[in-house]
């Protein structure tokens, strides 16, 4: 590769060096949860007239010297549309909902891509579901006024005070309608119409637990789970083969319901020993003093002492002949029988597990009983008394699968504590809840307060500061959570079942740690890559995180990465003392968030290196950090544009096949900059921006440790006389700012072009690290334009460029119309990429695509590396993580991947 230019835009010394940047003035749409608290001292609404704007805060969105810019009021109450309840006899769950802000921007690049891929908002309902959030929270029935405070102070009683309401019944305050189930609907109304003047419309609790579990199974991907041996794993649920199951909910007594569709259900059975008989028969036995505490004891318990076991009866023997182990319990609390013993000679401890043990077994083979009655495969159990308590599952789990012999499988659901409010909440019509599709939604787990340990602190914060001191708080308060905490091991299980629990940590996990559910972001616009070859069982991680070490190594990784994350996120926002306090708190989010996920990988739902990766640049956005890295975005594509020109001259002197070799190898070596891999930030220190470019280069020696470029070029170019077809239209996702794009991918689509090929730069819609984004995308493309005629005819083709004369560089006309080049966002905001979930404008651009370019180690390796496609695939990145290329590709950091699939 001859020399390019030195940059000329560096410093003396060239390096890339950090620098303040002016505090981000705006807010973006997915920047935070916005939150409405009034000021302390509001009286509460009662009369019927609209609430005032209120416009504190209020700040443009987008360009503001464009006419009628979209104004955000954050503090605007009017996006909370919905709420419903369920009241139960200990917890109080509310499930609301509240609209997306209007994200629509004077994106002139949206216009034309609409246009281009006739995209119409046709097959959209114009209501209810715009997009928004649905949320879950909690609270003891016995702190009932804590949660009337909440639900005043975000006005969800006012039940959707704007235009697009879907329920505008209720935009009458005066007879405001609140869905309730639960036997507190019944016992609060009144103090509900006191305190909020809010009638409780009571729904038939069996009717709710049914539409609500129904609407999970078929909306959430990583819902349903088995629980066995301590060990999680989520069940992926054909919607279309999910019919009949067993519900089996276990309250104080215990309901089981067979479900044959949506609204379609029979209670068949039920027994009288259930949650209740758990905790009354505990309190008396053991004094103590709550639910929580008693299932606490049962984890310490060895129910031994108490139960009386066929090896007791068999002298220490199995009774193999029928299937029994020596450990099997013969009978529950048989051992009590002995005269020389009374209550206080056993401990509360042994007490408490032999009585969890005896109704959890009871309870599993019930409704075993039950599901062979109706020939059901599958039931589904939850009601407060599983809660997410890991060793009643495996109790439940292990009856049903030994009363079975292992053929129906017991399943427990991750907001089945939320089963009834859900379903209370469906019970609205027109909520258009039940229309949408797993891809549609997008779980997010931000900051809460109902976070330590099993007790219920209180609603999740909302206000940033709010948010952040209630972070400085608990690491305080909470130590033990964010310090990782070692996963349990796994138990053991003979014949009769494994001996003592095996999650014996110290914390009792119930489902109060409310972080085990997060925020349902409902995106309507979202849909599945319409190339995935095989979309069923697409799998975006390519790493299996459920492999421990796994786990281990990229959880150091990430913590170590942190200090340095949060010093280039302060800087971004100009060093404020404000954003000093917001990177502190983003610290502890992150590491306690990390902290969860090390003691419960499978606590969010399956999880994968890409969860990881998106879940900081998220944690990142709550505590409204906009762009980290934009600075350094900045920087490097100055740099690298200085030196384009010349980069296309000496492409322009090349015959095609070497040209085409360069290209390649160009779009490897600039994927070296990329500022979330610890080994090239290290680097950077060492030179400049075309330096390190320039030395990437020079390393480039074929064959990489994944070579398909010979097959590659064969397919571009033909083989001998034979000249082979360009290909109609290309998508090359795009990775980072910099060289990377700029001296990479954009020679690269200039290439394709001159061959006719369309080309779509698919970039993220949010930043994260220093990935470019959609919306940057079209001014570099400008920049780059100035200096090359295919450029500039093709992003003026696709609308990319407002020129409409298009006279070419030396000032003659040219008439051929040009292939356009376009932008289209993902949909997403992290380095990797799940394609079940893509913008529409992608899917719409994915139509007529017969060849797709993955970049990057986020996009090509660590998600997609096995995906498969209905068209030519090219995947390339440079692996810049040791470990990643010694399990990949068998190879060492800095390797290569050109791995090329052509259509099927
Ligand atoms: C976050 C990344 C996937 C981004 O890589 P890219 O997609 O930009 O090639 C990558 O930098 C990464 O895996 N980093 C963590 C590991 C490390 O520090 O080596
Ligand atoms: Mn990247």
């Avoid at 987008?62 to 917890?91: F, K, M």
């Avoid at 702190?143 to 879907?166: A, E, M, P, R, V």
Wanted: charged residues 25%; aromatic residues 8%; proline residues 4%.
């Amino acid at each position: 590769m001859a020399a390019l230019k030195d940059d000329p835009v560096l410093g003396i010394d060239g390096r890339l060096k950090e620098e303040g940047l002016d505090k981000a003035g705006l807010v973006r749409e997915e920047a935070c949860e916005r939150e409405m608290v009034p000021p302390p001292g509001n009286s509460i609404h009662k009369s019927g007239s609209r609430p005032q704007l209120d416009l504190s805060k209020a700040a443009i969105q987008g360009n503001s010297e464009e006419r009628d810019p979209t104004i955000l009021l954050p503090n605007q109450s009017d996006d909370i549309s919905h709420l419903a309840l369920d009241i139960g006899g200990s917890l109080i769950k509310l499930v609301y909902f509240s609209r997306h802000e209007d994200r629509s921007t004077n994106d002139k690049r949206k216009k034309t891509i609409k246009e281009i891929f006739g995209i119409t908002n046709g097959n959209r309902r114009s209501y209810p579901i715009l997009g928004g959030r649905l949320h879950f929270v909690k609270f003891e029935t016995s702190k009932i006024n804590d949660c009337l405070d909440f639900i005043y102070s975000k006005q969800l009683h006012h039940g959707g005070l704007d235009t697009h309401s879907w329920n505008s019944e209720l935009l009458s305050i005066d007879n405001a309608v609140i869905k309730a189930t639960g036997g507190g609907a019944y016992k609060f109304a009144d103090l509900f119409k006191e305190r909020l003047g809010v009638s409780l419309d009571k729904e038939d609790e069996m009717d709710c637990l049914v539409a609500g579990a129904n609407f999970l199974l078929k909306a959430i991907r990583h819902e349903a789970f088995t629980h066995m041996e301590g060990q999680k794993e989520f069940v992926q649920i054909d919607h279309n083969d999910l019919f009949p199951y067993l519900l089996v909910n276990v309250g104080s007594g215990v309901s089981m319901i067979k479900v044959d569709g949506d609204g379609k259900f029979e209670r068949v059975s039920g027994t009288n020993v259930g949650g209740g008989t758990y905790w009354g028969l505990g309190r008396l036995l053991t004094k103590c003093k709550s639910f929580d505490e008693l299932l606490e004891l049962s984890q310490r318990g060895d129910n031994r002492t108490i139960d009386m076991l066929v090896g007791d009866i068999y002298g220490g023997m199995d009774y193999s002949k029928i299937g029994l182990s020596a450990s099997t319990i013969a009978s529950s609390f048989g051992k009590a029988i002995s005269e020389k013993k009374e209550l206080e000679d056993y401990r509360p401890e042994d007490i408490s597990l032999s009585l969890l043990r005896m109704i959890s077994y009871n309870i599993g083979q019930v409704s075993y009983l039950n599901a062979l009655r109706f020939g059901l495969k599958r039931i589904f159990f939850g009601g407060f008394f599983i809660r997410g308590h890991a060793y009643t599952m495996d109790t439940i789990s292990f009856a049903v699968h030994f009363w079975s012999k292992g053929e129906a499988q017991a399943m427990f659901l991750r907001h089945e504590g939320f089963l009834g409010a859900l379903g209370a909440f469906m019970s609205y019509e027109k909520h258009g809840l039940d229309d949408l599709m797993v891809h549609q939604l997008v779980e997010r787990f931000p900051m809460g307060a109902p976070y330590t340990g099993g007790k219920i602190h209180g609603p999740p914060l909302g206000d940033l500061n709010e948010k952040i001191s209630w972070m400085e708080k608990f690491v305080l308060k909470g130590t033990e959570i964010t310090a990782p905490v070692p996963m349990a091991p796994a138990g053991t299980t003979g014949l009769g079942g494994f001996e003592v629990p095996s999650s014996k940590g110290g914390i009792l996990r119930s489902d109060a740690s409310a972080l085990n559910v997060g925020v349902l972001h409902l995106v309507p616009t979202l849909e599945v890559f319409p190339l995935l070859a095989e979309a069923k069982t697409y799998e975006p991680n390519t790493i299996d995180l459920s492999d421990h070490s796994e786990l281990e190594y990229w959880f150091t990784v990430l913590s170590e990465h942190m200090p340095d994350l949060v010093d280039k996120a302060v800087a971004s926002e100009g060093g404020t003392d404000d954003a000093k306090r917001r990177g502190d708190a983003f610290a502890r989010a992150f590491s306690a968030h990390l902290a969860r996920l090390m003691e419960e990988p499978a606590a969010y739902g399956k999880l994968g290196l890409a969860n990881l990766l998106e879940l900081r640049e998220e944690c990142l956005r709550e505590f409204q950090f906009v762009d980290a890295y934009r600075s350094i975005k900045q920087r490097e594509n100055e740099a690298s544009l200085a030196v384009l020109p010349d980069l296309l001259l000496e492409l322009d002197s090349m015959n095609e096949e070497t040209r085409l070799l360069t290209l390649i190898e160009g779009v490897l070596a600039a994927n070296i900059f990329d500022w979330g891999s610890r080994a090239c930030v290290d680097l950077y220190h060492k030179g400049t921006i075309i330096e390190i470019y320039r030395m990437s280069r020079d390393k480039m020696q074929r064959p990489w440790r994944v070579d398909d470029f010979d097959v590659f070029k064969k397919r571009m170019l033909g083989f001998g006389d034979k000249k082979s077809q360009p290909h109609k239209r290309a998508l090359l996702f795009v990775d980072n700012s910099g060289a990377d794009v700029v001296l990479g991918m954009l020679p690269l689509a200039r290439e394709l072009l001159r061959r006719g090929t369309e080309v779509v730069l698919v970039a993220n819609s949010l930043p994260a690290l220093n990935d470019v984004t959609a919306m940057e995308l079209p001014e570099i493309v400008a920049e780059a334009a100035k200096h090359c005629d295919i450029l500039r005819r093709a992003a003026v083709a696709g609308g990319l460029l407002v020129d409409a004369m298009i006279n070419t560089l030396d000032g003659s006309k040219e008439n051929s119309p040009a292939v356009p080049l376009m932008v289209v966002e993902n949909g997403c905001g992290s380095p990797c990429i799940d394609l079940r979930q893509v913008s529409s404008e992608l899917a719409a651009a994915a139509k007529d695509a017969d060849l797709i370019i993955l970049e990057g180690m986020g996009r090509a390796l660590h998600t997609n590396y096995n995906a498969r496609f209905n068209c030519d695939a090219l995947k390339l990145a440079m692996v810049k993580n040791q470990r990643l290329a010694e399990k990949l590709i068998k190879g060492n950091i800095y390797d290569c991947v050109c791995r090329y699939e052509p259509a099927n």
